[in-house]
């Protein structure tokens, strides 16, 4: 399985990236595909996802309202819209998969072990 990000960069508070995560190889037809972030000297957090067969999604409060998690048919091409960026958005933001679970509460509490597959990351880095 390879996930592949792309979209990362530096903006200002206020403004607007989009990220996307290509997926390939993935054999399952149920899963929880999303993005999982990890801010300087802090723990992984895992902010959203979106469930491979029911399309129902999960968002962190610290991003909830102003985060979109989107994708296509198959789940092989997820977008995650990020609007009204904060300086404490700046982090390494992960591609992620978990084979395990529905998405739901669980990508929260599993995004520091629990994932199966991981993309290598793309940086967003909001100014002030």
């Known amino acids: 399985v390879q996930l592949v990000e792309s979209g990362g960069g530096l903006v200002q508070a206020g403004g607007s990236l989009r990220l996307s995560c290509t997926a390939s190889?993935?054999?399952?037809?149920?899963?929880?595909i999303g993005w999982i972030r990890q801010a300087p000297g802090k723990e992984k957090e895992g902010i959203t996802c979106?469930?491979?067969?029911?399309?129902?999604?999960y968002y962190g409060d610290s991003v909830r309202g102003r985060f979109t998690i989107s994708s296509d048919g198959s789940k092989t091409t997820v977008w995650l819209q990020m609007n009204g960026l904060k300086p404490e958005d700046t982090a390494v933001y992960y591609c992620?998969?978990?084979?395990?679970?529905?998405?739901?509460?669980?990508?929260?509490?599993?995004?520091?072990?629990?994932?199966?597959?991981w993309g290598k990351g793309t940086l967003v880095t909001v100014s002030s």
């Open positions: 992620a998969v978990d084979t395990a679970f529905s998405c739901g509460d669980s990508w929260r509490r599993r995004a520091g072990y629990g994932m199966d597959y």
């Open positions: 190889g993935i054999t399952r037809n149920d899963y929880a």
């Open positions: 979106i469930d491979s067969i029911s399309d129902s999604t």
